[in-house]
Structures are given as structure tokens and as C-alpha cells.
């Protein structure tokens, strides 16, 4: 397909233009989330939101302003419409069973916990029908973040869940100074570009392949690199992240949630955690890997990456880019939706981190770039 596209404006500004690569684990162990408190409970933030409704005169403004906090208290704790959906659910089925209802209703309390982050479990992730929770934060679905002016709006707009956003939130409407984790998918991979000829992909990216390595940076595809000596072309989105900011992190000596950045939709896709054990946890490797199995459900099986990670995926990874992770998971067909992946410290036996990627996620939004880059210069 040929290919025409209009010079696009450069949106972001980078650190480095080195290739980077979950491979470089001491890298990624530099990473430590800055230790902040925790932010309210759902309870306090449906408390305060009650509070501010109050002070409106109007009841129409204020059921309406109700509605909206009630839903970006769910938001910062999204574990919790496990436990509202399971006590609704209660209700309808045993609202005539008085007996089995307190039962019932203490069963969707302890299944909500269960969902919580516990500090001192080896494997900081629950999944429940699909939905993902790491450290009690879904990684499921979109989220609005507002550019903030003030104190009082950066609190309101980036706190997610038990998360230090502050860095998320001052990434919209500023530029975007990204971090590239694990997976670099070709563009092609994308299903609106995957009859896209790589020739005809590079001439309408501006990439010069006479040059060693080209980096060609739009606001569509990320960054993008074209790698002379294995003739592929890699992209990477980018991404900014939360701390957790708990008192007591337990075995974790730092966790972090991170975040694919749609500036022009001013949105934020979780799609990344990873958990990093203090030293001297000694957590064995092979105990872990069962443990990630486990949790994720049937059907799962490991592979191991050539750059060091045991992976556990729907099928095994077999194809890897020149760093040494896994290629082109986006591609079609997609057999993969989770990727669980644990890192070994220096001794090879203990676990150093461990993480989980919603790659769902990951290709919706790649598909949702690649469509708009069409829309906008491809024809």
C-alpha cells in the first residue's frame, strides 16, 4: 500500500535516545517509587465528597455533584466494585433469606479483601473474571487525567488508589518525557497498519535507513527505531508511572503502576506493574513461577526470555527482538492478553521483581494510534 504522510510536530521531548529494554534490569532496579502516604480510603473519599455536596445549594447540583464524586472514588479504588456488585448481587438473590444474606454479605467482605494489596504475600496481583487488580489498582480500563493548576486539582484528578500520581498528572499538558518498559512491538503489528509494506511504513514514518539506527518520534506511534542490522523496525509508547506510597510495603521494596499516555485525549491506560522484593526475602524463583500460574488460571505456561525473565503466557513466546524480549505480541492472530514475567536476583535462585502486563490493553491502544496516524497522513 503506498504510503504519503504530512510532517507531524514532535509533542515530546526525550532523556535519552538509547534503545531501551527490560533486559537492562539494573536499569529497572534503579526505578524505586519515592515512599509518600496513602491516600484517603473509598469510605473518606465518599465522606468528603458528601461533605463538599452539602455546601451546594441546589439538590439537583448536588445529586449530580454526588454521582460524579461517587465515581472517581470508585476509580481510586476500583477493588471496591467488587465488593458493591457482589453485595448487589447478595441482596437480589437472598433479600428474602435473611438467614443466608449476613452470610452472604460477609463472603463479598472477605472476597474484597482478598483483592486488596497485602504487603506480605509473595504475589502482589488478583484476577477476577478478566479483571486484573495489582496492588489493588485495576488495570483494566481507561482513566481521564486533567491538566492540573493547583494544589487542590492535582489531589482531586491523579490520585489512583493507594498511588503517589502526581508525575502522571504533570504529564498532561507539558511534555512528555517517557519510559519505555518491556515490549516493542513493529507498528505493523497494529491491525489498521498490518497490510502496511515495512518500505512503504518507514518512508511515511521519515525514517532514513542508510544511518546506523533513525529515531523518528510523532505523537502516534511513540518512538520509533529502525534497527539496520536486523532490518526490523520497533516502536515504543510512551508511558509515565505511580509509586506506592503505603507505610508498611512488607516483602516490596518499591511498587509501580505505569501508564500509556494519550496527550490529545488527555487519557492514561494502565497497563504495567511490577513489584520490586526487598532483599533477603528469599522468594524462590521456581515458587513464583508457579505462584503467577496459579493465579492467572488454566491454560497458562512458561517460557523463558533471552533476556533473563521466565514468562507465563497463554502460549509460549518464541520470538524475540534484539534486546532479548518478546516480539510482536500485538500481532494477529493475538493469543496473548496477560504476560506475567519474575526476574531472578544475582544468586539466580531468588526473585528480584516481579511484574504483569495487560498486553489487551496495550494493542487497543496501539490500535487506537495506528488508526488515528491513518486519519491523519496515511492514505
Known amino acids: 500500500m503506498q504510503i504519503t504522510m504530512i510532517t507531524l510536530a514532535i509533542l515530546w521531548l526525550f532523556c535519552s535516545l538509547a534503545t531501551p529494554s527490560l533486559a537492562q534490569k539494573s536499569k529497572i532496579r534503579q526505578e524505586k517509587p519515592t515512599r509518600t502516604s496513602s491516600n484517603k480510603s473509598y469510605r473518606s473519599c465518599r465522606k468528603a465528597a458528601v461533605a463538599e455536596a452539602k455546601k451546594l445549594k441546589s439538590k439537583r447540583h448536588q445529586v449530580r455533584f454526588l454521582k460524579q464524586a461517587a465515581s472517581r472514588c470508585r476509580e481510586r479504588h476500583p477493588a471496591v466494585s467488587i465488593l458493591t456488585d457482589c453485595k448487589r448481587n447478595a441482596i437480589r438473590a437472598y433479600k428474602d433469606?435473611?438467614?443466608?444474606?449476613?452470610?452472604?454479605?460477609?463472603?463479598?467482605?472477605e472476597k474484597y479483601q482478598s483483592f486488596l494489596f497485602q504487603p506480605d504475600e509473595s504475589l502482589p496481583f488478583r484476577v477476577d473474571e478478566g479483571r486484573i487488580f495489582f496492588a489493588g489498582v485495576g488495570l483494566n480500563s481507561n482513566?481521564?487525567?486533567?491538566?492540573?493548576?493547583?494544589?487542590?486539582?492535582?489531589?482531586?484528578?491523579n490520585d489512583i488508589g493507594n498511588f503517589d500520581c502526581e508525575s502522571l498528572g504533570q504529564t498532561f499538558g507539558r511534555h512528555l518525557d517517557p519510559q519505555f518498559l518491556l515490549f516493542g512491538n513493529d507498528p505493523r503489528s497494529y491491525i489498521p497498519l498490518k497490510q502496511t509494506s515495512k518500505r512503504s511504513l518507514l518512508r511515511g514514518l521519515k525514517v532514513q535507513t542508510k544511518k546506523k539506527m533513525e529515531v523518528q518520534v510523532n505523537p502516534y506511534l511513540g518512538q520509533v527505531y529502525w534497527h539496520r542490522q536486523s532490518k526490523s523496525v520497533?516502536?515504543?509508547?510512551?508511558?509515565?508511572?505511580?509509586?506506592?506510597?503505603?507505610?508498611?510495603?512488607?516483602?516490596?521494596?518499591?511498587?509501580?503502576?505505569?501508564?500509556?499516555?494519550?496527550?490529545?485525549?488527555?487519557?492514561?491506560?494502565?497497563?504495567f506493574g511490577i513489584a520490586f522484593y526487598r532483599k533477603g526475602t528469599n522468594i524462590p524463583v521456581s515458587q513464583l513461577i508457579e505462584e503467577v500460574k496459579t493465579k492467572l488460571g488454566e491454560g497458562y505456561v512458561t517460557?523463558?526470555?533471552?533476556?533473563?525473565?521466565?514468562?507465563?503466557?497463554?502460549?509460549?513466546?518464541?520470538?524475540f527482538d534484539h534486546e532479548g524480549d518478546p516480539r510482536n505480541l500485538c500481532q494477529f492472530p493475538r493469543k496473548h492478553r496477560v504476560i506475567g514475567a519474575v526476574a531472578a536476583d544475582d544468586s539466580g535462585q531468588f526473585a528480584a521483581y516481579t511484574l504483569l502486563s495487560n498486553i489487551g490493553n496495550l494493542c487497543k491502544y496501539g490500535d487506537r494510534f495506528a488508526s488515528r496516524l491513518l486519519k491523519k497522513g496515511f492514505n
Do not use: H, W
Not at 249 to 261: E, N, P, V
Not at 304 to 319: F, Q, W
Open 97 to 109: 433469606d435473611r438467614d443466608y444474606l449476613p452470610v452472604a454479605l460477609k463472603e463479598c467482605k
Open 143 to 157: 482513566r481521564e487525567v486533567k491538566p492540573s493548576s493547583s494544589k487542590e486539582d492535582k489531589s482531586d484528578n
Open 234 to 271: 520497533t516502536n515504543y509508547f510512551p508511558s509515565a508511572s505511580c509509586s506506592y506510597g503505603g507505610e508498611n510495603q512488607g516483602l516490596y521494596d518499591g511498587i509501580k503502576i505505569y501508564y500509556l499516555i494519550d496527550l490529545e485525549k488527555n487519557m492514561a491506560t494502565p497497563y
Open 303 to 319: 517460557s523463558k526470555s533471552k533476556s533473563g525473565l521466565d514468562l507465563v503466557a497463554k502460549a509460549e513466546i518464541k520470538r
